[in-house]
């Protein structure tokens, strides 16, 4: 493996050719939606960046190059092919030397015929056209950096059932790319069904006789091999799924769910639940499960999973149904529900009520200030009419919906109030507005707030209701500010008040088992097998625990559909993709969530290429997960753009539209904004549209993510206004917020069924390394929307501004750069890769752990201490450990120990009771790169150092002190702001690997789990993962 070597850049780059991936091409493993035709695999040439083209070839090198056209051969060195005839595209490809690259300064010595010389060991076809770099004076040579060649995985391991699929990817240390092979370690040939594919090693539907350990290896020009191993189990027998059994409770009280397991066969047992949460505090390892005080969103399916030893898991359902959860109010000769008053709502407030009138007349909510006078709201029903009835500032007002309620049939009032603005809707009728408030007045309500009627009618001021009669029928749900009432418990009292029976007209077909819910129709349905939708009507697959593996199932109206996590896919999810950074490719039911926007200027850009035109969802974001408040939405509507934004219960929203359609299958920039109220659309090289609400500027509120490319329709109920329920079908990339660009990967806080973006390939003499080109578009576009696509591209910022570090990590910038801190359990650059660190830790730059002090001894003054430590590093000076003053204090002549390499030797040096000894072992030097094994001990005031079975020993001056104050954690590799804490002692944090800690309390320590602290710690490179022999040292 040869480092690769800096090529000089050309004054202007040759022209490209635009090839568009086929359905029988290679793709490129590191860049998958970069494809290279089928013929250019393993033909000696590498065509891919990342040469995954040419890996586990036999290759017979002269038989590769027989018939294939060449028009000029350089010295020996190289040959030019040309595209094959007839292939319609005209490209140039350059051959390498299969002899091993010789260093710069003497392949620049060697010249081609007739031409200047040329720096590689490359020669082209000696066409007019071909573009040679110039001579150029010769550089300094570089300093050579050694390479790190050691293998990682992405997962050690996988537990898997027969037939399912996994994929394991192999890479260096250093994160460069590695030519490795895959093998089994017993020898025996992969089967048909696992293949390698570059650096991966892709599982397809997996069988008993895989199961076992698969080797990755890699051999180097030099002959060092490099391995690392991943096993594979199978859990042979199916996971078995037993009839549901029906269990009914009465809401409050207590059910008792019972597993039905083979007591004999002494099982371990684990409930879970297919849909919602568990109770807080409930037992889930019991062959029983109790519920305590059952309400309605208790209901629904539960699972004992039963694991015999046998290897057998089975899954035994059961089917809560929980009754009594829908009020009815029927006023004989009172019936109503008292909550605490609505809280927050002196300028802004919403609820929504859902209900089935018997009767034409009745108060269905009011809530009051004080007893017949002051302000208050009222929603009530007059002549089959919603009336919703207000008093902010001693002036009553009545607004009315636009058509009356069918009797009997279930609805739903939706009420909005946000300072001079507000509305009331009906179901899906149109919004109607609050009357013009000229001030912004204050609301003031004291009272208890009442459903279905009130204890006494002299509670009400005259204008608040026009009949002094109660609601006839059943209200199924509440929500008050955002927020959904559990009825029957939040109430604090209850008069009057039956049973409503939503399940009685048995509206679950097939056999489908009706639930009693707060929602808008009252019940739900769990479907039988072979039946989905909302009645259990159609046939179909619904939802069963693990049908989609690793992500999220949902039951729909057609049947149900897996939401499948990041870097999976399938139908079932069942395939593993590793995404791409720079683009994401999105269908109907996928969309990633991002954090919200800010609200003070909404500037949001992105590219779009689209698949299709069909109306789709593409950026949206709101102040609740219900249907109301602000909100601001970007949708493709009959092939155009579309924005909308709607702030301040205004019952119309701003609506902006591009001129033109989206061109299809092409990138196209769009740009969101909104400025004092006005909003922005600009889409391509179109002139940008503007639209204002009437009246002043409001100020948006918003409290969801910022769903990209659809949303989460689980969690999110779409405004009605937006009127689009589907997510986009084709490519996203390039977002922006505020400026500042979005990691569509790493910035993500959620997602589903996200794919990767098949790019139009660009080859040509310049790499292709994945981004976009410059302009977003069709190369054939003029030069006036290339410039406005860089016009819109924000300024250059800080390294940190985009706040690269994920999980937590820490950003700082040193020589123009972001260098990420990453916490304790993260890694990579980006502190993108999760970790676990357990007996050995890898450490770089400011890297440490803080170790709880009871692995060494819970003695806070000690008279003995001792300590092993096994490490490897090439780094002359670290601090290996530290143990005196608590984390955070500035050292001021406390006791401590403390362990280093110092000029290349260990160093071990102790205080006590303000006498100090230094003891360095001068025989051994170990920034080699190599093992060593440290021991140190102390007893009174002398002290002890073994390097590598070399001792050497000193003491402290005398003192009246025998016992070291020792009330700090034990720091490992360094600590934060060494220089303070040591006094100056040490400014160097240790860099390399520390292979085995051994106190005195536990024995060897778990790094990992007995850290309470730590920054840029790893895992070990696997040579360094175990000592040579199998005891550890004995102190």
């Known amino acids: ?86 292939s319609g595209n005209s490209f140039k ?7 091993k690259h010789q260093p710069w300064h003497q392949a620049d010595k060697q010249q081609r015929v007739g031409q200047p010389k040329a720096k590689g060991f490359f020669a082209g076809m000696t066409q007019p056209s071909v573009y040679l770099p110039p001579l150029r004076p010769t550089p300094p040579p570089e300093p050579e950096v050694p390479r790190d060649y050691s293998l990682k995985l992405d997962q050690q391991s996988s537990k898997l059932h027969v037939g399912e699929s996994t994929e394991v990817e192999c890479y260096s240390s250093d994160n460069s790319y590695t030519n490795v092979i895959w093998e089994r370690s017993d020898g025996v040939p992969l089967s048909a069904n696992i293949r390698q ?28 091999l490099y391995t690392t191993s991943y096993e594979l189990a199978i859990e042979e027998e199916p996971h078995e799924l037993r009839r549901p059994k029906i269990v009914h409770a009465n809401v409050g009280d207590q059910a008792q769910l019972i597993c039905g397991a083979d007591e004999s066969r002494q099982p371990t047992y684990h409930w879970s639940r297919q849909y919602g949460q568990m109770q807080p505090e409930s037992y889930l390892l019991s062959s ?89 709201i009222a929603l009530s029903l007059k002549d089959r009419y919603v009336e919703f009835r207000f008093d902010f500032g001693g002036k009553p007002m009545v607004v009315r919906a636009e058509q009356p309620v069918e009797l009997h049939e279930w609805h739903t009032a939706r009420v909005y109030r946000s300072r001079r603005d507000g509305y009331i809707q009906l179901d899906e009728q149109h919004p109607v507005a609050f009357p013009t408030l000229t001030q912004v007045p204050q609301l003031e309500l004291i009272e208890d707030l009442y459903i279905g009627g009130v204890p006494n009618w002299n509670q009400l001021p005259a204008e608040a209701a026009a009949h002094q009669t109660g609601f006839v029928g059943c209200i199924s749900r509440l929500t008050l500010q955002g927020r959904t009432i559990e009825l029957m418990k939040d109430a604090k009292l209850k008069e009057g008040i039956t049973s409503c029976k939503p399940c009685a007209a ?70 593993m993709e590793h995404l791409n950074e720079h683009s994401l490719n999105f269908k109907r039911n996928s969309y990633a969530a991002y954090k919200t926007p800010r609200v003070s200027r909404i500037n949001v850009t992105l590219s779009l290429r689209p698949s299709s035109l069909r109306d789709a969802v593409l950026l949206y974001t709101a102040e609740s997960q219900l249907p109301s408040g602000d909100y601001v939405a970007l949708v493709l509507r009959d092939g155009h753009v579309e924005l909308i934004i709607n702030t301040a219960a205004r019952p119309k929203p701003v609506v902006v539209r591009s001129q033109k359609p989206l061109p299809l299958h092409r990138w196209t920039r769009v740009e969101v904004l909104r400025r004092q109220g006005e909003s922005i659309l600009r889409v391509g090289d179109e002139p940008e549209q503007r639209a204002k609400a009437v009246g002043g500027p409001r100020t948006l509120s918003l409290k969801t993510p910022l769903y990209v490319g659809g949303y989460d329709r689980s969690t999110i109920k779409i405004n009605r206004d937006v009127n689009i329920t589907e997510g986009f079908d084709g490519c996203i990339s390039r977002l922006y917020d505020s400026m500042r660009p979005v990691q569509l990967l790493a910035a993500i806080k959620d997602a589903a069924n996200l794919q990767n973006c098949g790019e139009l390939n660009e080859i040509g003499n310049n790499d292709y390394d994945g981004e976009l080109p410059a302009v977003p578009v069709a190369p054939t576009s003029n030069s006036r929307v290339a410039h406005r696509e860089e016009e819109q591209q924000p300024y250059a910022m800080s390294p940190c501004a985009n706040e690269p570090c994920e999980n937590g990590g820490t950003c700082t910038e040193l020589e123009q750069q972001a260098v990420c801190a990453c916490s304790l359990g993260y890694s990579g650059k980006h502190c993108e890769e999760h970790i676990q660190v357990s007996f050995n830790a890898s450490f770089r730059g400011n890297g440490y752990l803080e170790v709880d002090r009871s692995q060494f001894s819970s003695e806070i003054d000690q ?80 002290a002890i150092l073994e390097v590598d079975r070399i001792s050497d020993s000193g003491e402290t001056r005398p003192t009246s002190k025998k016992e070291m104050h020792l009330p700090g954690n034990v720091f490992i590799g360094g600590i934060p702001n060494i220089s303070r804490f040591t006094g100056k002692r040490y400014t160097h944090n240790f860099n390399g690997c520390i292979v085995f800690v051994e106190g005195d309390a536990v024995g060897q320590i778990n790094l990992g789990k007995a850290s309470v602290s730590g920054v840029n710690v790893d895992t070990c490179p696997v040579n360094d993962e175990a000592l040579g022999g199998t005891e550890p040292p004995v102190v």
């Open 1 to 86: 493996m040869t480092p690769a070597k800096p090529l000089a850049t050309p004054p202007r780059a040759p022209p490209l050719s635009t090839y568009a991936c086929q359905a029988t091409d290679f793709k490129c493993v590191s860049h998958p939606h970069t494809c290279i035709k089928a013929s250019m695999v393993c033909d000696g040439i590498y065509d891919c960046t990342d040469h995954s083209d040419e890996f586990n070839c036999s290759r017979d090198l002269a038989a590769k190059t027989v018939g294939r056209p060449t028009t000029g051969v350089g010295v020996g060195v190289g040959v030019g092919v040309g595209a094959s005839h007839g």
């Open 93 to 99: 490809r350059w051959k390498k030397s299969w002899r």
């Open 197 to 224: 594919v570059g650096n991966r090693l892709v599982i397809s539907q997996v069988t008993a006789a895989d199961a076992g350990n698969y080797v990755c290896k890699c051999q180097t020009d030099d002959g060092d």
């Open 288 to 376: 029983e499960l109790s519920l305590q005080d059952v309400q309605a969103n208790d209901a629904g399916s539960y699972i004992c999973t039963a694991d015999y030893n046998d290897g057998e898991s089975v899954d035994y359902p059961s089917i809560l149904v929980i009754t009594g959860v829908i009020p009815q109010f029927n006023q004989q000769p009172l019936s109503y529900m008292s909550f605490p008053t609505l809280p927050d709502s002196a300028f802004n407030f919403n609820f929504e009520v859902t209900f089935r009138p018997e009767s034409a007349n009745g108060v269905i909510l009011f809530n009051g200030q004080t007893r017949g006078a002051g302000d208050y």
């Open 506 to 575: 048995s509206p679950c077909a097939n056999g489908g088992i009706c639930l009693e819910s707060q929602t808008e129709l009252a019940y739900t349905c769990v479907c039988q097998q072979g039946w989905t939708g909302r009645n259990c009507a159609v046939e179909g697959t619904q939802c069963t625990p693990g049908l989609c593996g690793a992500g999220r199932c949902e039951n729909t109206e057609l049947g149900m559909e897996c939401l499948c996590p990041l870097n999976r896919t399938g139908d079932r999810c069942q395939y």
């Open 863 to 942: 008279q003995y201490t001792s300590a092993v430590v096994v490490f490897s590093t090439s780094k002359p000076n670290g601090l290996l450990l530290w143990w005196g003053q608590k984390s955070g204090e500035e050292f001021t002549g406390q006791d401590f120990i403390a362990l280093a390499v110092v000029d290349g030797f260990v160093e071990y040096a102790l205080r006590l009771d303000g006498e100090e000894v230094v003891i360095r072992n001068g025989d051994t030097p170990v920034d080699d790169g190599q093992r060593h094994i440290v021991i140190v001990k102390r007893a009174d005031n002398t």
